[in-house]
């Protein structure tokens, strides 16, 4: 093996240095001449990517450092055609290159899945592309409520379609996803309710409920738990809320007296089996 000295060391890093940093002054260079009113379809020769291999050789293991170069050059080239002709051929590319170099790039995840639906206008198309970056942050980033929770709303709201069938199909999925994020930490007290409305409006009343339970006897959101009570009251009588409150104490008093240190929902999977499926009459 041949063994560098380490001013060829230095040498070799201050070239890669200077190769990653002119790759990302070029799209600073095209936004400049582009506020000069140079037609924007010129700015395409500027962009040149090089293969991922050949990038993290050139970063010599500073990959994070790399993607933080490129995500730079992704908003300028973003903003430069946002403000222009609409025309990102290269987004894609720039986008999929950074999280091949850093595929725990978290924040660039939730950039590239609003940029690539809103940029240009929204359609099946483009929130189809969102959908599978944000299907991806999902994969990385199993506890992380907001991906989850956008991914629904594209799911549900934004996707349309001639076929009753398939819309079905998106709109059970999206009411999913809302309901995992509603259960993650860090989620909005007010998206369980949503979660709940949604299931019940494609018809999912058993799904609504158990939702609705499991999230009573998890919360410690006081206004959280006295809506979610009320709301099963509405659905069978005070005798179903009652039954619920008497299972919830005995679910907390077994959870602090075996595994305090593990959240509520955990222990409910691998505790002493105090399942939160509680017997539901409301059910019958």
């Not at 001013?7 to 200077?18: E, K, M, P």
């Not at 790759?23 to 037609?39: F, I, M, Y």
């Not at 410690?220 to 104490?249: C, F, P, S, T, V």
Request: overall charge neutral; glycine content about 4%; charged content about 25%.
């Amino acid at each position: 093996m041949v063994r560098l000295s380490n001013g060829s060391t230095r040498a070799i890093a201050a070239s890669a240095f200077v190769a990653l940093l002119a790759l990302h002054l070029n799209v600073g260079q095209a936004a400049q001449r582009a506020t000069d009113n140079e037609p924007i379809f010129q700015l395409e020769e500027a962009i040149y990517l090089p293969p991922v291999p050949v990038l993290k050789t050139l970063a010599l293991g500073r990959h994070t450092f790399a993607a933080d170069l490129l995500w730079m050059r992704a908003l300028s080239y973003f903003a430069v055609h946002f403000q222009g002709d609409k025309d990102y051929r290269w987004l894609n590319p720039l986008i999929e290159t950074i999280l091949d170099l850093d595929p725990d790039y978290r924040k660039v995840y939730h950039w590239a899945a609003v940029v690539v639906m809103y940029g240009r206008g929204i359609d099946n198309s483009s929130v189809l592309a969102s959908n599978r970056i944000l299907e991806s942050a999902v994969d990385r980033f199993p506890d992380d409520w907001m991906f989850h929770f956008i991914l629904g709303c594209n799911l549900t709201f934004e996707l349309r379609s001639e076929d009753p069938e398939q819309l079905a199909r998106w709109r059970r999925r999206g009411a999913e996803q809302i309901r995992v994020a509603s259960t993650l930490e860090g989620a909005p007290s007010w998206l369980p309710i949503t979660a709940v409305s949604l299931h019940s409006k494609l018809g999912q009343q058993e799904l609504a409920i158990r939702h609705m339970e499991e999230v009573y006897l998890h919360t410690d959101n006081d206004e959280l738990k006295a809506q979610l009570a009320n709301m099963i009251a509405a659905r069978k009588g005070d005798h179903a809320r009652a039954k619920l409150q008497e299972y919830r104490q005995r679910f907390q008093a077994s959870w602090r007296r075996s595994f305090p240190y593990l959240p509520p929902d955990l222990f409910s999977m691998v505790g002493d089996r105090m399942t939160p499926r509680v017997e539901a009459p409301w059910l019958d």
